[in-house]
Nanobody
C-alpha cells in the first residue's frame, strides 16, 4: 500500500514559479509516478509522469518546456517544478503512483494523493 501526500501549492502571479512535492510511503521506489490536475468544472488531465528510475519522463503538450518532473528515491519524494505559470494552470494538482511502467492515463494509476491547490493570478 502506498500513501501519497502533496504539498507546496499556493497563489502565484502569472509568469512566476512554484514547486509542488509529493512524499510517498510504502515502498514507492518500485512505482512509476505522475502528476495530474483538475480545474473547476473540468476533467482531470495528465500533466507529467516519471519512471521508477527517473530516467524517462513524459509531459503534456500544454506544460512542455515550462514544467519539470523529477524524483528523489532516497527521499521517497517526487517534484513538479512549474515555471512561467499561466492562469490556465490553476487547478488542484494530484500525485499518483502505479506499480508498473510509466503511463499517462489516469485510470491506470492505483494510488492517489488528496491534491494541492495551485492558483495563478493574472
Amino acid at each position: 500500500q502506498v500513501q501519497l501526500v502533496e504539498s507546496g501549492g499556493g497563489l502565484v502571479q502569472a509568469g512566476g514559479s512554484l514547486r509542488v512535492s509529493c512524499v510517498a510511503s510504502g515502498r514507492p521506489n518500485n512505482y512509476a509516478m505522475a502528476w495530474f490536475r483538475q480545474a473547476p468544472g473540468a476533467e482531470r488531465e495528465f500533466v507529467a509522469a516519471i519512471s521508477r528510475s527517473g530516467r524517462t519522463t513524459y509531459y503534456a503538450d500544454s506544460v512542455k518546456g515550462r514544467f519539470t518532473i523529477s524524483r528523489d528515491n532516497a527521499k521517497y519524494t517526487m517534484y513538479l517544478q512549474m515555471n512561467s505559470l499561466k492562469p490556465e494552470d490553476t487547478a488542484v494538482y494530484y500525485c499518483a503512483a502505479r506499480n508498473s511502467i510509466v503511463a499517462t492515463m489516469d485510470n491506470t494509476y492505483d494510488y492517489w494523493g488528496r491534491g494541492t491547490q495551485v492558483t495563478v493570478s493574472s
